[in-house]
């Protein structure tokens, strides 16, 4: 039986973050949808050919190429003991699929993080990107502590797109608390607290679902 973890939360509640360093404690691999697809994208398989194509399109990648997609990263050898998801399950199809593939390995622990809309506003709206290396920083940095590269705001974190994504994921996504809540092993977290406050209860609620 394996380690299995959803991290849930909307744009900039954090979940990228805690779901790397939960997997990173817990020795599982943390599978992130945006890693995955590039990956795939890159490997030019003929799953990869698929989801370059739709990209290439500018469309979103559809429940059942996703599953798949998800399928072959949670397969592979590293991911027996368990593993961390980042961004997937988004819809209920791809958390009906996601219940079938786990049948039988073990129940997932689901972990919401909690965050009012204002402030995942002010945090993406403050959030800048280096030209040169790519990496995430804030606003009140000038230059890219990694490479000195230029800092720039994402189209979409500014703060009016923010709220319509904001809007996007609560139409989509959060039906799917609902889902997980009648099938046990859901906990919403409060994530205003600092990201080690965040981390140690996460790491909290996983260790209790695992015994």
């Not at 509640?13 to 779901?19: M, N, R, S, V």
């Not at 003929?46 to 996703?66: I, K, T």
């Not at 009648?182 to 607290?193: F, H, K, N, V, W």
Request: hydrophobic fraction near 40%.
């Amino acid at each position: 039986m394996g380690l299995y973890v959803i991290m849930l939360g909307p744009p900039g509640a954090g979940k990228g973050t805690q779901a790397e360093r939960l997997a990173k404690r817990l020795g599982v691999p943390r599978v992130s949808t945006g890693d995955i697809l590039r990956e795939a994208v890159s490997a030019g398989s003929d799953l990869g050919r698929q989801v370059q194509a739709v990209m290439s399109r500018g469309e979103l990648v559809g429940d059942a190429l996703m599953v798949e997609v998800v399928r072959e990263r949670v397969c592979r050898p590293d991911a027996a003991a368990g593993f961390v998801l980042d961004g997937f399950p988004r819809t209920i199809a791809q958390a009906e699929a996601l219940e079938a593939l786990l049948d039988g390995r073990g129940t997932p622990a689901v972990v919401e993080l909690v965050v009012p809309e204002d402030e995942l506003v002010r945090r993406l709206s403050a959030r800048r990107v280096c030209t040169g290396c790519g990496v995430n920083a804030w606003a009140a940095d000038t230059a890219c502590a990694a490479c000195g590269g230029r800092l720039v705001q994402r189209d979409d974190d500014m703060a009016e797109v923010v709220r319509e994504r904001l809007r996007v994921f609560a139409r989509q996504t959060q039906p799917m608390v609902a889902f997980y809540r009648d099938r046990g092993g859901y906990r919403p977290i409060d994530g205003t607290r600092t990201p080690d406050e965040v981390t140690a209860e996460v790491t909290r609620i996983v260790t209790e679902h695992r015994s």
